[in-house]
């Protein structure tokens, strides 16, 4: 915990966490990454309160990958607060779900969301979206804090 | 009435399109008219008729009358004049040539002379010859005997009035007698009148006549007509007419004269009216006749255009609560207050009104109750396929990848079979996705609103190919296009068609050597039809009701991959936009799949 969240990856379903660390460890760029549960979880996190409330806020995650359907607060509340704040809104996020649904399409893009993955059923064509898309948006995001 | 459509207007008798309210009063008058028009002639015939029968009638007996009274007052001087004729002493005077009793008939004559318009009495022997008279000077020498003595001179009794004379303003005439002895004849005595008629009797006269109908006394053969003033000229002569209606012109003006012969005389009396005058009682019938019937037509109007009025205008409220009942306002109800077939008409109507308006409500409550519950069944719907989407695919992602995992992680330790399965759980994971995926296309396609616009079929087919050329790289396809009209259509959904049925028959086709895919339309009866042809492996026609039923299939998976959807889908959009789909084919020699939209 002491070490800086790289990646933070919001979902609620354990095997597709699995799945998206196994991808993104093929991809090379597994350094740091904080699994959480759920979007309370996740909420409580990004502004250090509940379980989080000791966390230093000043370090953000580089990119933070969140999925749509969960239980409590889903993916698109929690982007919505994440858009909202000040202190988190330039943080890229990238919505990862399981549909290609218009009406969450649509409400995840007007809430400014960086990108947006339908994640595939075959798990090859899985790992390919997901390391194509952390390291894109950990890269940017890199040169973002550099400039 | 000012809704209707005007082609139906037209397409009705004239008659019946014309509005009540002006209809009746028309046809009212038309029929007062028509009545008035043959009672009035009928009338008019018959007085005319009449008076002028009355007045022909009249003439007659006033002439009659006047003709009497001229022969009654000529009675007491004829027989004065005949005793005068027969008296010895005239006798003796003429048969001694007037040598004896010459101053006995000196006194006779003068005593003749009985007042003031008795201006000579004359004694003439049997050759004409003045025997004696009264007066010395004589004015009627130059007259000749004949004309003044009618059957001179061998009449033997010639006690009548002669003709009358003018001379200067005056008018003469002789009222004679023959003198006869022993049966012959031996002279005449003449009494010469002047006529005269006062100013009274001529007023009289001319009231007893009556206004326009004129006497006239004159010559019973024409030579002279006298209006008891003066002589009037222009009169007809007629000699002989006797008790007759005549008729005549005089200054071009038509006139109906009788003429009568006044016994004992030489005269005869005509009395004339202005023909005109004989119509006037018709004349005057006519004009009250038609002020009358105008005054009839007018009430007779004003009635019926109050009567029909009184009918069309609840007919109107009628029209106009119908109308707006039509346009959607159930509350309308026509309060007529009449007791009539009117008011019975309005009765029921609102009965009818109030029938429509709660059945209305009634509808509208269960649509509105329907429509709650359809649009719950929807949204449920909606949460079952975002549902099915998210959670149906979450596990099978977990099944393909740790599949995955197995063989990377463990392939060391597998065998050939272990590595196989291995192998068909993950392809047969990957299949179900698909599966899924396209079932949440199918319920998505079919909740699609339509939007129809004119879509460019050449070009989007165009692109269609170009895409799914670019999916089968591996096989060299030949394409024959052929022109395609343009069509009004949903652009998304007819993408759709296309993309399904060439991909289809790119798929089936994918086997033969040269793969041939041709493109086109037909136009028959103005109708345009679709089509996309290919020389594939083609179907047995004895299954073509299972080609466009879902997850229905005419191959096996290790055949041709598929799900089953696709032509389903396709059938799915045509049925939506009332178009018709059909399909031909033939084992191992290809099929044709044909669209069209009415």
Same mark, same amino acid.
């Given at each position: 915990?002491?070490e800086?969240?790289?990646?933070?990856?919001?979902?609620?379903?354990?095997?597709?966490?699995e799945l998206?660390i196994r991808?993104l460890?093929?991809?090379?760029? /597994? #350094?740091?990454?904080l699994?959480?549960?759920?979007? /309370?979880e996740?909420?409580?996190?990004l502004?250090?309160?509940?379980?989080?409330?000791?966390?230093?806020?000043?370090?953000s995650?580089?990119?933070?990958l969140?999925?749509?359907?969960?239980?409590?607060?889903d993916?698109?509340?929690?982007?919505?607060?994440?858009?909202?704040?000040?202190?988190?809104k330039?943080i890229?996020?990238?919505?990862?779900?399981?549909?290609?649904?218009?009406?969450?399409i649509?409400?995840s893009?007007?809430?400014?969301? #960086?990108?947006?993955?339908?994640?595939?059923?075959? &798990?090859?064509?899985? /790992?390919? /979206?997901?390391g194509?898309?952390? &390291?894109?948006?950990?890269?940017?995001?890199?040169?973002?804090n550099?400039? | 009435?000012?809704?209707?459509?005007?082609?139906y207007t037209?397409?009705v008798?004239?008659?019946?399109r014309?509005s009540?309210? %002006?209809?009746l009063?028309?046809?009212?008058?038309?029929?007062?008219?028509?009545?008035?028009l043959?009672?009035?002639?009928?009338?008019?015939?018959g007085?005319?008729n009449?008076?002028?029968?009355? =007045?022909?009638?009249?003439?007659?007996?006033? =002439?009659?009358?006047?003709?009497?009274?001229?022969?009654?007052?000529?009675?007491?001087?004829?027989?004065s004049?005949r005793?005068?004729?027969?008296?010895?002493?005239?006798?003796?005077?003429?048969?001694?040539?007037g040598?004896?009793s010459?101053?006995?008939?000196?006194?006779?004559?003068?005593?003749?002379?009985?007042?003031?318009?008795?201006?000579?009495?004359?004694?003439?022997?049997? *050759?004409?010859?003045?025997?004696?008279?009264?007066?010395?000077?004589?004015?009627y020498?130059?007259?000749e005997?004949?004309?003044?003595?009618?059957?001179?001179?061998?009449?033997?009794?010639?006690?009548?009035?002669?003709?009358?004379?003018?001379?200067g303003?005056?008018f003469?005439?002789?009222?004679?007698g023959?003198?006869?002895d022993?049966? $012959?004849?031996?002279?005449?005595?003449?009494r010469?009148?002047?006529?005269? *008629?006062?100013?009274?009797?001529?007023?009289?006269?001319?009231?007893l006549?009556g206004?326009?109908?004129v006497?006239y006394v004159?010559?019973?053969?024409?030579?002279?007509?006298?209006?008891?003033?003066?002589?009037?000229?222009?009169?007809? =002569?007629?000699?002989?007419?006797d !008790?007759?209606?005549?008729?005549y012109?005089r200054?071009?003006?038509?006139?109906? =004269?009788?003429?009568?012969?006044?016994?004992?005389?030489?005269w005869?009396v005509?009395?004339?009216?202005?023909?005109?005058?004989?119509l006037?009682?018709?004349?005057?019938?006519?004009?009250?006749?038609i002020?009358?019937?105008?005054?009839?037509?007018?009430?007779?109007?004003?009635?019926?255009?109050?009567?029909?009025?009184?009918i069309? $205008?609840?007919?109107?409220?009628?029209?106009i609560?119908?109308?707006?009942?039509? !346009?959607?306002?159930?509350?309308?109800?026509?309060?007529?207050? %009449?007791a009539?077939?009117?008011?019975?008409?309005s009765?029921?109507?609102?009965v009818m009104a !109030?029938?429509?308006?709660?059945?209305q409500? *009634?509808?509208?409550?269960?649509?509105?109750?329907?429509?709650?519950?359809?649009?719950?069944?929807?949204?449920?719907?909606?949460a079952?396929?975002?549902?099915?989407?998210h959670?149906?695919?979450?596990?099978?992602r977990?099944?393909?990848?740790y599949?995955?995992?197995?063989?990377?992680? @463990?392939?060391?330790?597998l065998?050939?079979?272990?590595?196989?399965i291995?192998?068909?759980?993950?392809?047969n994971?990957?299949?179900?996705?698909?599966?899924?995926?396209?079932?949440?296309?199918?319920?998505?396609?079919?909740?699609k609103?339509t939007?129809?616009?004119?879509?460019n079929?050449?070009?989007l087919?165009?692109q269609?190919?170009?895409?799914l050329?670019a999916?089968?790289?591996?096989?060299?396809?030949?394409?024959?296009? @052929?022109a395609?009209?343009?069509?009004?259509?949903?652009?998304?959904?007819?993408?759709?068609?296309?993309?399904?049925l060439?991909?289809?028959?790119?798929?089936?086709?994918?086997?033969?050597d040269?793969?041939v895919?041709?493109?086109g339309?037909?136009?028959?009866?103005?109708?345009?039809?679709?089509?996309?042809?290919d020389?594939g492996?083609?179907?047995?026609?004895k299954?073509?009701?299972?080609?466009?039923?879902?997850?229905?299939?005419?191959?096996?998976q290790?055949e041709f991959?598929?799900?089953?959807?696709?032509?389903?889908?396709?059938?799915?959009?045509?049925?939506?936009?009332?178009?018709?789909?059909?399909?031909?084919?033939?084992?191992g020699?290809?099929?044709?799949?044909?669209?069209?939209?009415?």
């Amino acid at each position: 915990m002491l070490e800086e969240v790289e990646i933070l990856l919001v979902e609620d379903n354990l095997s597709d966490a699995e799945l998206t660390i196994r991808a993104l460890n093929k991809a090379k760029i /597994a #350094n740091n990454i904080l699994h959480l549960k759920d979007g /309370a979880e996740a909420l409580d996190y990004l502004f250090g309160k509940g379980d989080y409330a000791e966390r230093d806020l000043t370090k953000s995650p580089k990119v933070i990958l969140l999925d749509i359907k969960m239980p409590k607060v889903d993916g698109i509340e929690v982007l919505r607060q994440l858009k909202a704040s000040e202190h988190t809104k330039t943080i890229p996020v990238v919505i990862m779900t399981s549909s290609s649904e218009e009406k969450d399409i649509v409400s995840s893009y007007r809430l400014g969301v #960086n990108s947006y993955v339908v994640k595939p059923v075959g &798990f090859e064509d899985f /790992a390919k /979206a997901v390391g194509e898309l952390g &390291f894109y948006w950990m890269l940017l995001n890199k040169s973002i804090n550099h400039l | 009435m000012k809704t209707i459509d005007p082609a139906y207007t037209a397409s009705v008798h004239l008659l019946k399109r014309q509005s009540i309210q %002006r209809k009746l009063p028309f046809l009212i008058f038309i029929l007062l008219l028509v009545m008035m028009l043959a009672f009035g002639w009928l009338s008019y015939i018959g007085i005319r008729n009449t008076a002028e029968k009355a =007045a022909k009638e009249r003439l007659l007996i006033l =002439a009659q009358q006047l003709a009497g009274m001229y022969t009654q007052s000529a009675v007491p001087v004829l027989n004065s004049t005949r005793a005068a004729a027969a008296n010895p002493a005239v006798k003796s005077f003429l048969l001694s040539a007037g040598k004896d009793s010459a101053v006995e008939v000196d006194q006779l004559l003068q005593k003749l002379k009985l007042d003031s318009t008795w201006i000579n009495v004359q004694l003439l022997n049997a *050759n004409g010859q003045e025997a004696a008279a009264s007066n010395l000077s004589d004015v009627y020498d130059s007259l000749e005997l004949s004309s003044i003595i009618p059957g001179y001179p061998t009449a033997a009794d010639t006690g009548v009035v002669s003709r009358i004379y003018i001379k200067g303003e005056a008018f003469y005439y002789a009222i004679c007698g023959a003198v006869t002895d022993k049966g $012959k004849l031996i002279g005449y005595l003449l009494r010469w009148r002047k006529m005269y *008629n006062s100013k009274e009797n001529i007023e009289r006269v001319s009231q007893l006549l009556g206004k326009q109908v004129v006497l006239y006394v004159g010559n019973a053969d024409g030579s002279l007509w006298s209006d008891l003033r003066t002589a009037v000229d222009g009169l007809p =002569a007629t000699p002989g007419v006797d !008790k007759a209606l005549i008729t005549y012109k005089r200054n071009s003006r038509p006139y109906l =004269a009788a003429q009568t012969l006044v016994h004992n005389t030489q005269w005869k009396v005509m009395v004339t009216m202005p023909e005109a005058n004989m119509l006037q009682p018709a004349k005057e019938f006519l004009k009250i006749a038609i002020s009358s019937a105008l005054l009839l037509l007018i009430i007779g109007i004003v009635l019926t255009w109050l009567l029909s009025r009184s009918i069309t $205008k609840p007919l109107d409220k009628l029209a106009i609560a119908a109308r707006r009942i039509a !346009k959607g306002d159930f509350s309308q109800t026509v309060e007529l207050k %009449r007791a009539d077939e009117l008011g019975v008409l309005s009765h029921a109507f609102n009965v009818m009104a !109030k029938e429509v308006n709660d059945t209305q409500k *009634n509808l509208e409550a269960i649509v509105a109750k329907r429509t709650t519950q359809l649009e719950q069944a929807n949204k449920e719907l909606e949460a079952f396929s975002y549902s099915v989407s998210h959670d149906l695919r979450a596990p099978l992602r977990a099944v393909s990848g740790y599949a995955t995992m197995l063989r990377e992680d @463990h392939g060391t330790t597998l065998n050939e079979d272990g590595k196989r399965i291995a192998d068909a759980i993950v392809t047969n994971a990957r299949m179900m996705g698909q599966l899924i995926d396209d079932l949440i296309s199918f319920s998505r396609i079919s909740k699609k609103e339509t939007e129809v616009q004119e879509v460019n079929m050449q070009q989007l087919v165009e692109q269609v190919v170009a895409e799914l050329k670019a999916q089968r790289p591996e096989k060299n396809y030949r394409f024959i296009m @052929h022109a395609l009209p343009v069509c009004k259509t949903d652009q998304l959904l007819i993408k759709q068609v296309w993309l399904n049925l060439v991909d289809n028959a790119m798929k089936y086709s994918s086997l033969q050597d040269q793969p041939v895919i041709e493109i086109g339309a037909t136009h028959t009866n103005g109708k345009v039809e679709y089509y996309v042809k290919d020389n594939g492996v083609g179907f047995d026609m004895k299954y073509s009701d299972k080609l466009f039923g879902v997850f229905q299939r005419l191959h096996r998976q290790d055949e041709f991959e598929g799900t089953g959807i696709g032509l389903a889908l396709v059938k799915r959009i045509v049925d939506r936009q009332n178009g018709s789909l059909r399909a031909e084919g033939k084992v191992g020699e290809g099929a044709v799949f044909a669209f069209s939209f009415s």
